[in-house]
């Protein structure tokens, strides 16, 4: 599995499973099995998909060491705040059955400075208690990153964002690009509206699935990806995205499909 260098030095796959919405053990066990036999080392999860603890129980019976795995989670928005964030996080670590996380991010920012600010100290000592390796974001716009770094505060190492070719985000990949921010997709198969002409030709083209198209732009665009499913022959299937390389005519193909398509909240109003 290929992997990218976070800004604090610390290794994260590219590829990795994303649990939302699996909230069914089997599934869950189906695809976090079959995940670990494919390669897969990354799993990505977050206190407000209510399925940390599923996760962490199925880990625990594949006996996989934990330092094998890549474990990411999330503050949930209800959470946020200082306190509640230290709190919310040590009730994932014991969900997850771990004593730590790989990577730590704010699910949503909002809209309130404060809050946020608060809420990614208290992130940053869990980085000085040695608690969590990473912290990041999701969802973030420049100015939200700002609020964060304003008074010399750590500069994340992800920014999570929807990102598939009917959402590029070119311009906020470059400004993170800038300050060695890490862009991570999530819905990187449109929740599974990937039907698109442009992509089935490119299919035909190299002799992949619509999905591996995708997933190769993606990566080869700068993103790690974590793709969601619970059936054993797509968790194979999305592994299969290193053993060929799109064309730069075929990458700005996909990169004019971009119409500013969203399947969420907007980031920039979003506030709870």
Same mark, same amino acid.
């Given at each position: 599995?290929?992997?990218? *260098?976070?800004?604090?030095?610390?290794?994260?796959?590219?590829?990795?499973?994303?649990?939302? *919405?699996?909230? #069914?053990?089997?599934?869950?066990?189906?695809?976090?099995?079959?995940?670990?036999e494919a390669g897969y080392r990354s799993f990505d999860t977050a206190q407000m998909y209510g399925n940390e603890s599923l996760l962490g129980q199925t880990l625990l019976k594949t006996g996989i060491p934990r330092g094998e795995v890549f474990l990411t989670s999330k503050v949930d928005t209800g959470n946020m705040g200082y306190r509640k964030t230290l709190e919310s996080f040590e009730e994932s670590l014991e969900k997850l059955r771990t004593d730590y996380l790989d990577l730590f991010l704010v699910h949503w920012p909002g809209q309130q400075k404060p809050r946020l600010q608060e809420t990614w100290k208290a992130m940053e000592e869990l980085v000085a208690a040695k608690k969590v390796r990473a912290i990041g974001v999701c969802n973030c716009t420049p100015r939200h990153i700002e609020w964060l770094t304003e008074n010399g505060g750590t500069v994340p190492a992800v920014n999570q964002v929807e990102h598939h070719p009917l959402n590029n985000n070119q311009t906020l990949q470059s400004w993170c690009s800038a300050r060695k921010i890490v862009m991570e997709a999530w819905a990187p198969l449109l929740?599974?509206?990937?039907?698109?002409?442009?992509?089935?030709?490119?299919?035909? *083209?190299?002799?992949?699935?619509?999905?591996?198209? /995708?997933?190769?732009? #993606? /990566?080869?665009?700068?993103? /790690?990806?974590i793709p969601k499913s619970v059936h054993r022959e797509r968790v194979f299937e999305n592994t299969a995205v290193f053993d060929f390389t799109l064309g730069a005519q075929d990458m700005e193909t996909l990169n004019r499909m971009d119409r500013g398509h969203t399947t969420s909240f907007d980031p920039e109003t979003f506030d709870f």
């Open positions: 599995m290929e992997t990218v *260098k976070l800004n604090n030095g610390i290794e994260m796959p590219v590829l990795g499973l994303g649990v939302y *919405k699996t909230l #069914d053990s089997a599934e869950m066990e189906t695809a976090v099995n079959a995940a670990l929740r599974g509206n990937f039907n698109l002409p442009e992509i089935t030709v490119l299919a035909e *083209k190299y002799g992949k699935t619509p999905a591996q198209i /995708i997933l190769r732009w #993606d /990566i080869q665009s700068g993103y /790690i990806v």
